[in-house]
Nanobody, 127 residues
Framework: VQLQASGGGLVQAGGSLSLSCAAS????????MGWFRQAPGKEREFVAA????????YYADAVKGRFTVSRDNAKKMVFLRMNSLKPEDTAVYYC?????????????????????WGQGTLVTVSS
């Protein structure tokens, strides 16, 4: 699976931005998808994940209620809608795919459980 994230940019605090992740290769139905981010000087952290069916989602506490993850398996796309953005949301955002072997997730927040990664897209939130 090859992944390519897009949609990053500069936005003011309180604004919104939508990220997209396009997958190519194998069907996406076999994979749960996650979003991670890495701010300058910090480690990569989990943001959100969605099961292969799209019925189950999981969010980091820092973004819960503000971010929404969704997917369109027919189009091989995953999305991250980000509302009420804060300066601390500034980071490079990565999409990733993990095989779940029939489960909804395989430790969704653990980046080591994801075997496929996109190149990242930069989100900058100004105060």
């Amino acid at each position: 699976v090859q992944l390519q994230a897009s949609g990053g940019g500069l936005v003011q605090a309180g604004g919104s931005l939508s990220l997209s992740c396009a997958a190519s290769g194998r069907t996406m139905v076999d994979y749960a998808m996650g979003w991670f981010r890495q701010a300058p000087g910090k480690e990569r952290e989990f943001v959100a994940a969605i099961s292969f069916s799209g019925l189950t989602t999981y969010y980091a506490d820092a973004v819960k209620g503000r971010f929404t993850v969704s997917r369109d398996n027919a189009k091989k796309m995953v999305f991250l809608r980000m509302n009420s953005l804060k300066p601390e949301d500034t980071a490079v955002y990565y999409c990733a795919a993990q095989e779940t072997y029939g489960l909804a997730f395989n430790r969704a927040a653990d980046s080591a459980r994801y075997g496929f990664w996109g190149q990242g897209t930069l989100v900058t939130v100004s105060s």
